[in-house]
């Protein structure tokens, strides 16, 4: 399942490679905007970059939210258009803003939480430590899923969006860290291109591909439990999920989508 993941993913990024470039520019005005106001900001106060970090991180969650509604078009194998985009960003805007407000909040809580403890030595500090980098690492991984789930599930708001994160992450927690990973390594290839390409976008994309994949294995669950009532309750058949059927729509239309299709699209 997850070779297939990384498979459509780098098909639905190639075919919409252009559309990811000229959006993502909307991400790097607001990362370049952020810079030039954090170095303003220092000459009138040490405290007010915090307050430009969070706008920021407000802002460019508002965006990464617009761009939610198109990778979800082009990972149900549809394609991105800029009229979608500004119509995300007319009724998200809200929930993006706050959402990335209030997750630029707690980076700089945990940073502080740090630099506390590291200044303050000893065993418990160092156990605390401990506890904010499993903490970290743990709500990113998560996380990810938090914009896919707002577009790929349209009923979920804030708080669901939160919860179901989590419960997606702690119930396939080996397939949410293989894409965590993949998305880090998009993002360091995104920073050796200026953010322009895979960029923000890009990241977005991934994760709402991944998403949308996973989330078949739970409506096959559901259907497995109207059959058989109990059947999601029993662990070791609820993981004997058969990939290759509930794949198999999706195989089709993506095709064979050999590497030479990639450079030479016309043969």
Known sequence: MFRFFLKKNFADGWDNMFFLMVSNVFAIVVLAAAFYGIRFSLRVNPFLPNAVLIGAGGILMTLIFAYGANAAKIANFGSGSFGTFFRAF?????????????????????????????????????????????????????????????FLQEQNGFSKCLKKSFIIFFDNP????????????????????????????????????????????????????????????????????????????????????KISSFIFPWK
């Open 174 to 257: 080996l397939f949410s860290v293989g894409v965590f990973f993949h998305n880090v390594v998009i993002f360091l290839i995104s920073c050796a291109f200026f953010m322009i390409v895979p960029g923000f976008f890009g990241l977005t994309l991934s994760s709402t591909n991944a998403l949308r994949l996973r989330l078949k294995k739970y409506d096959w669950l559901e259907e497995m439990e109207q059959r058989e009532p109990g059947f999601s309750t029993d662990r070791n058949r609820r993981n004997e999920i058969p990939w290759d059927d509930l794949l198999a729509e999706d195989r089709e239309t993506l095709g064979p989508r």
């Open 90 to 150: 007319s009724y998200a805007w809200r929930i993006g803003f706050f959402s990335g407000a209030a997750l630029m909040l707690l980076v700089l809580m945990i940073r502080f939480g740090v630099i506390y403890y590291l200044s303050a030595g000893g065993f418990f500090s160092l156990a605390m430590i401990a506890f904010l980098g499993w903490f970290s690492f743990i709500s990113a991984c998560a996380l990810q899923w938090f914009v896919p789930l707002y």
